[in-house]
């Protein structure tokens, strides 16, 4: 079975690109994939191993002279890095490190503007190295729930939970608007008896104090997620899930949480969410009739949910 090295760095939502590939792949290679947390913890479990990109002697990629201790990995047939590569310095410091293996360096995201989704653009790359992947197999699987079927659902619960961060502030729509979209699901009478969760990990921890204030009488709470398996429990108790374009989206997506994704200045035909319950909010504005897309998007999605359940 082929030894395949991937080393694909970045944020959450960047790590979970390479999951509807990955899982096309099980049984067909043997795959190390070096990346950062927390992506590389909900990636363990489609590959043989993983290594953080932080950990001892990756530096090693970088460096202007190849050492000759190498890399922390070795035999390996297919090596691949998503990096830009000015002067081929990776390249070098991959076939120093790994001598016969086949390299190969790709672009870690589609170019601007064009109309392919990252994972398929992910798994392309993939099946250029010669693994055998198909793109949009695989992409059409993930949509389809593959990333969570095997897995007993847990039960959902009255609550929703609202993820007001994600990794850049541009994406983002400022704290009055989550309280304002909490107050109007109170008074929809599809779920004015669901509990709001508001979600918040380290990049939100600065919008704590002005969520509290704003929460007063209603039916909500602040949930703080410090680590994964704290995080996918929240998830997956709920009967919906709404957050900006984020790596948290992307995961309650896969995890087939009922998903509104809202897409303020990024692309969702590159970035839109891959699973079996999502939709897409658009709106640059925080305004009334965003949050109105919200709930309409949000009912059509408990519904759906609700039929498609055991």
Not at 70 to 91: C, H, K, N, Q, T
Not at 197 to 216: D, F, K, M, T
């Amino acid at each position: 079975m082929p030894r395949v090295l991937i080393i694909r760095p970045g944020a959450l939502g960047d790590s979970l690109m390479l999951l509807p590939a990955l899982k096309d792949l099980e049984g067909k290679v043997r795959i190390t994939l070096v990346g950062r947390q927390p992506g590389i913890g909900f990636i363990r479990p489609y590959v043989d191993s993983v290594m953080d990109l932080e950990g001892s002697g990756w530096h090693r990629l970088f460096m202007h002279t190849p050492d000759p201790k190498g890399l922390p990995v070795s035999d390996m047939d297919i090596a691949m890095a998503f990096f830009g590569d000015e002067g081929d310095l990776i390249r070098r410091n991959l076939e120093q490190s790994l001598p016969g293996a086949a390299i190969h360096l790709f672009r870690s995201f589609p170019c601007k503007g064009e109309a392919v989704h990252t994972a398929e653009h992910l798994a392309r790359c993939l099946a250029s190295a010669g693994l055998p992947v198909d793109p949009e197999r695989c992409i059409r699987a993930a949509k389809k729930g593959v990333l969570c079927q095997e897995r007993r659902r847990p039960e959902r619960q009255k609550k929703i939970v609202l993820h007001p961060g994600s990794g850049s502030i541009e994406k983002n729509h400022p704290p009055a608007f989550w309280i304002d979209l909490m107050g109007r699901f109170r008074q929809d009478r599809k779920f004015m008896d669901f509990t709001c969760i508001v979600l918040l990990g380290p990049a939100e921890h600065s919008l704590y104090a002005c969520i509290e204030a704003g929460l007063g009488s209603r039916n909500a709470e602040i949930v703080c997620s410090w680590d994964s398996d704290h995080l996918l429990r929240t998830l997956e108790r709920a009967s919906l899930y709404v957050g900006h374009d984020s790596g948290v989206t992307h995961l309650s997506a896969m995890r087939c949480v009922p998903t509104v994704a809202l897409f303020k200045n990024s692309d969702p035909a590159q970035w839109a969410p891959v699973g079996p319950f999502v939709r897409l909010a658009h709106g640059r504005k925080p305004d009334p009739d965003l949050i109105d897309e919200i709930l309409c998007a949000a009912r059509d999605l408990v519904w759906q949910n609700s039929l498609s359940a055991p």
